[in-house]
Each structure stands twice: as C-alpha cells, then as structure tokens.
C-alpha cells in the first residue's frame, strides 16, 4: 500500500552541513554512452542517469516571484524511448489573462559516440521551442531533442518563472522510467509555512535541512529561509497497468501544501490551511457555488412545464435530470464551480460541470426535492488530502437527491448517463456532502450499478458447412452505458451495423435489431441474425467451433510480477455467455470443453463453465463475476491467476466429425 508521511516545515529544523548542487551540464563518462542496457532493470528502454531539480522564492522589486529550476540526464537505449523521452513538454499555467508562468533558459543536447568512439555533441537550436494554449488556464512549450540514435545520452535543463507563489513546486521522484539518482532542493523563505508531504513506498536516501541566514530581503526586512534536499538513489520505473485510478496516488514524492504566510503589507500571519467549517462557510456563500444553488426562483420558472402532470418526486427528478441532460452540453472542462452563472449557461446551452450540475441542484431544490452538492476528485486528479481540508483537492460537482429514504447520486454532464448513474472518473473514494441543512461530511462515492452483459448464440450447422442462427446480448448497468457510447459514435445505428459488420471477418451480419438505445434505465438489446464460417479440419469431415464468437479475452490485463496499488475496477461485474449449437445426425462429437470452477478467496469473484450434449445439440455455458469494485494489491496474485484461467477457458473449442 502506499506510504504517507506529512513533515512540516519549520525553523526548527535540524542543520545539516552541506547544500544541495546540480550537476555540470554537457557532461558525460564514456561507460554511460557505451552502456547497452540498464542491470537492475534489462527490459528497460531507457534510464534517468541523473535528475535534479530546485525551487525558491525570491523578490524581483515588484513582488514575490517562484523559480523553479529542472535538469535531467536520460540515456536511450533503443529507439522505442525515442517519443517518449525526446519530445519535451513544459507545462506552463495562466490565470485571468494578466498572471501567467514563462519559461526561460532552455538548453537541450544530445550526446553520442561517432564510428570512431569520438564524442559528438548536437545542441538544441532555441528557434525549434513552441508554445501554444491549451486551454484558458494552461499553455505548453514543447522541443524535440535534436539528433537522436541508439545509445546516445540525452540532456536538458530549463527555469520557469511563476507568480503563483502558493502553488509551491511538487517533486515525482518515479516515472515510467527508472532512475539512477533523482534529487529536488527546496528554498522557502520564513514569510511561508509549508507542510511538506511524502507519499509512496521509496524511501528516503537524502533528507537534509539546513537555515539560510538573510537570505531574501522583502521590503528592506531580511529573511532566513528553510533549505530542504530530498533524495532517492535507485528508483525503479512506475509500471501502469489497467483498473488503476490517477498515477500521482501512489508515486513516491515530495507534495506542498502552505498552511499560513504572513502579509506583507501589516505583518500579520495568515492561516491558510482551513478546518471543514472554513471550507463549508466558503463554499455557501460564493458567488460561484452556494449562490448559484440558491437561484431556486430561476429554475423554478424553467422546470414548470417539466414536471407538470408528474405526481411523485422520484419521476419529477428524473424528468428534471432530463431536461438539465438535454438543455446544457457539457463543453469537456471539469470544475466545482459555476464560472459564469448558471442562467448563462441555460441560455448559451453550454457550460462547464459546474454549471450544469449545480443547476441541477437548483433544479431539484426548486421541485422541492431534498438536494446536496457532494464535490470530489475524479480519478486522474488524485485522492483527497484528508488531513488539510482544502478546496483545490476537489475538482469536480455532483448532486446528491434523498428520495424515499434512497440516495441517488446525479451527473449531468453525460446525455447517455442513466438516472442515479455516474461515470467511471467520478468514482473515486470518497466526496465531500456539502448542505446547506447540517454540517459538511464525507460519503463513499460507488456505483448503484454493477456492470452486467449476458450473451446467447443459438446455432445450427447447415448443410454447406456454415453456421447460422441468432446473436443476442444483452447490456445492463455500466455495461450498456459503454455500449450506448460506442454505439452513438456512428452518425446512424446502420453505420454501426456495417462497422461491426467489416470486422468480424469470418461473420456475416444477415439481419440486426437494437432496441432500448435511447431508453437508458432498460438493458440495451442486440441481436443479429448471422452466418459465420467454422474453422475446418479436412473438407466436411471434421470441424471445429469456439463459443467466443464476439469479444473473446486475448490478453490478461494483469502482467507485474506484484503490484502495489490497488485494482479498481469501479463497480462489481457479471458476464454470462450461453452457447448452443445444433449438429446433423450424420455428425458425432468429437472434443468438448472440459469443466471449469475457479474462485477468489472469501467468495469476491468466480468463474464457471460446463458443457452439455444430448440428441445433437451441445450446450456451453460460462458465468464468470467479480464481487468487489476494488481490490487489494495482496489479492493481486490471486486475480492475475483468475484471468489467466479465464483465457485458458475461452481458448475452449467443440469439435465434431462425421460418422
């Protein structure tokens, strides 16, 4: 599991007797470059040699200003860590126009041995750095590292300027990559109060502190300041895999959080780290939040017509999840709050998640229907920081509706999102309830829907050796969800049809019929007419078909050796396949599929299988679930084994031969 340490950064620190240094640049031993591969890591493409980075605040003459300083040394062994590793991406943020992040001093190099074993240099070519804007808040400057070939050693280092002084500079020590030493110094003047916060599973090697004297002058008045190194020897790479949330959960690093300052202008300490109660009476009485919810007699006017006619609450906040679903488009950007009020966003028929889900809320509330505001954090933003209640930890707003004595958890931002549906981002731990009642307080965010897919194929065996007969599946839950997305990415259901049609090479699409694609709380239903080509032995004599006709398992998602993150799958699923299939009378059976019954331990998954045969007609059937939305990294072993008996079992074929 990962491992969290919070160490708050004070004067009080013990002194060390030395600074922490970078490395010099454009210089490179001949074993780095003659180096084919990394030891400790063979598989490896590619190895950070050396990685140092530094923050500190300083005083330009008009305000505080934060420089954070980046160098890094990359070996390359082959041409796959070529895209990766030497296309370079600085993220620069920007806010209201006016305050935005630059970069400066950008030195790259590439570094190899010619045919002769002499050393060649290629040096960046600074009008080869873009920037372009990514969105509102974000920019990027990007460069290519000149040159690139087998083995050589890549390096670059580069400053950039920020007047976002709060948002001190984290440190990931892991990447995809491992490392051979990764080292950040942090430089944070007394006027700033820090908790600094390690999280994951490396340790320590380098942990200093040491008191600068004097050394930031504010206002004529000089300043001490904390100097911290923090550093990690041997970093092995961070190896993703599926069923993971945001990578940041369990990468070890150094995380900054600033809990007070003082002003500048009157000398008076400011707490920034808030309690519940702080975040709760901000949150209500924000122009962007709490007063967006109140807006009860805006919504009121608009829902009128809506649930006109709808005599329990239940079918007035489904109709009302309707009306918001189809009157604002989600326009792709998360956010907590509404930014330009949500009558605009009803009016333009566009807006953020905050507005359209706070209009939600408003909308209910004005049907009279109990609502609350739950924020969170979705899956790639990260876990919550429980221990220092801050609203930057949340970016994302849903709505929470009590309906005879039921919770229902409400997005929507998602046209094909069924009533009491999330999507799989928002399902993430746990949010934060946010009432206007009673008292702010945490709730499990889990889907009320498991994923369910239940598949039937009806088969017969005609007389020019082709099967024929009907394909039906059936999508609940989540399951129809994603299918209902995967469909609606075709203008038309026949586009769809065809689509399916041209990749299932040796199957024949005769006739089809999708029902409920637009009904979201009814199971989505496929069946097609088909014809499908049986794989042949010798002519007619012998044949052999897998019941895996659509969709079968080719890989285990699973691969690590061990895993120290958890599986989380997001909600529990159940797959159920039965397949039937009729042979002449002139055919014996020949192989079968043995039976298979596989189970996780304390009953959290299964997977079983039989095979039937009585008067030509052969039955397979297979059930396989899992129990748990999550699971542990000890019961890891355990599901890596469930799928490898998985494929084993859908590799099962029936076999049949003439008499």
């Not at 122009?287 to 807006?295: C, L, N």
Request: hydrophobic share 35%; aromatic share 12%; charged share 25%.
């Amino acid at each position: 599991m990962k491992r969290i340490s919070y160490l708050t950064i004070l004067f009080s620190l013990l002194l060390s007797a030395t600074y922490a240094s970078d490395f010099p640049f454009a210089a490179v031993a001949n074993d780095a470059l003659q180096q084919k591969k990394y030891l400790p890591d063979t598989g490896a493409h590619a190895v950070v040699l050396d990685e140092f980075g530094k923050t500190f605040i300083s005083d330009d003459g008009n305000h505080m200003v934060m420089y954070y300083e980046y160098h890094v040394k990359i070996k390359l062994f082959d041409s796959q860590a070529f895209d990766a590793e030497g296309n370079i991406e600085i993220p620069l943020y920007k806010e209201d126009g006016e305050r935005f992040e630059t970069v400066r001093d950008i030195k790259a190099v590439t570094m190899f041995l010619d045919e002769n074993g002499g050393l060649q240099t290629l040096e960046l070519d600074p009008r080869k750095v873009f920037q372009t804007s990514v969105n509102k808040y974000h920019d990027v400057a990007k460069f290519a590292m000149p040159g690139l070939r087998k083995g050589c050693v890549i390096e670059y280092k580069y400053t950039v300027v920020s007047p976002f002084i709060f948002n001190f500079h984290d440190w990931i020590f892991q990447s995809d990559i491992p490392k051979v030493h990764s080292e950040y110094n942090a430089r944070i003047p007394a006027i700033y109060n820090y908790n600094a916060i390690l999280r994951g599973p490396l340790k320590l090697s380098t942990n200093k502190a040491e008191l600068d004297r004097e050394c930031l002058s504010v206002n004529g008045i000089k300043c001490d300041c904390s100097n911290m190194t923090y550093g990690i020897d041997n970093i092995p790479a961070f190896k993703r895999e599926d069923y993971m949330t945001a990578s940041k959960n369990f990468l070890s690093g150094i995380y900054f959080e600033l809990s007070e300052y003082t002003n500048l202008s009157n000398g008076v300490r400011v707490k920034v780290t808030k309690d519940w109660q702080d975040i709760d009476r901000s949150l209500k009485g924000s122009e962007f939040f709490g007063s967006q919810i109140k807006r009860k007699e805006l919504m009121r006017e608009r829902i009128k017509d809506v649930i006109a006619g709808k005599t329990n609450n239940l079918d007035k906040a489904k109709a009302v999840y309707a009306f918001i679903q189809k009157n604002i488009k989600w326009n792709g950007f998360y956010s907590k709050y509404s930014e330009d009020g949500i009558k605009k966003a009803l009016d333009t028929h566009s807006g953020l998640v905050g507005d359209i889900n706070l209009a939600l809320i408003a909308a209910l509330k004005a049907a009279d229907i109990p609502t609350d505001a739950v924020l969170l954090s979705t899956r790639e933003h990260g876990l919550v920081n429980k221990l220092y209640p801050t609203e930057s930890d949340f970016d994302y707003v849903i709505a929470k509706t009590t309906i005879d004595n039921k919770d229902y958890l409400l997005d929507a931002t998602d046209p094909l999102l069924g009533f009491g549906m999330l999507p799989m981002r928002c399902i993430n731990d746990q949010g934060r309830v946010i009432s206007f009642e009673k008292p702010s307080y945490w709730m499990d965010i889990k889907s009320p829907q498991r994923r369910n897919k239940t598949t039937t194929l009806e088969l017969s065996l005609m007389p020019n050796g082709k099967l024929k007969g009907t394909y039906t599946c059936y999508s609940l839950g989540y399951e129809g969800y994603e299918k209902r997305k995967e469909i609606k990415k075709f203008n038309t259901l026949d586009e769809y049809i065809e689509n399916l049609d041209e990749k299932s090479t040796k199957i024949k699409i005769l006739k089809s019929s999708v029902s409920n694609l637009d009904t979201l709380d009814a199971p989505l239903a496929e069946i097609y007419e088909i014809e499908i080509e049986p794989t042949r032995g010798t002519g007619m004599q012998r044949l052999s078909f897998s019941p895996f006709t659509f969709g079968q398992l080719t890989v285990n998602p699973f691969t690590l050796n061990e895993r120290s993150y958890p599986v989380d799958m997001g909600m529990p699923a159940d797959n159920k396949l039965v397949y039937t299939l009729t042979i002449p009378n002139d055919y014996v059976l020949e192989t079968s599929p043995e039976p298979v019954a596989v189970a996780l331990p304390l009953s959290c998954g299964r997977l079983v299988s039989a095979f039937t045969f009585d008067s030509g007609r052969c039955t397979y059937s297979q059930l396989y679930s899992f129990e748990k939305p999550v699971y542990s990294p000890e019961e890891y072993p355990y599901l890596k084994e469930f799928y490898n008996k998985l494929l084993q079992s859908e590799k099962a074929e029936i076999v049949i031969k003439k008499k």
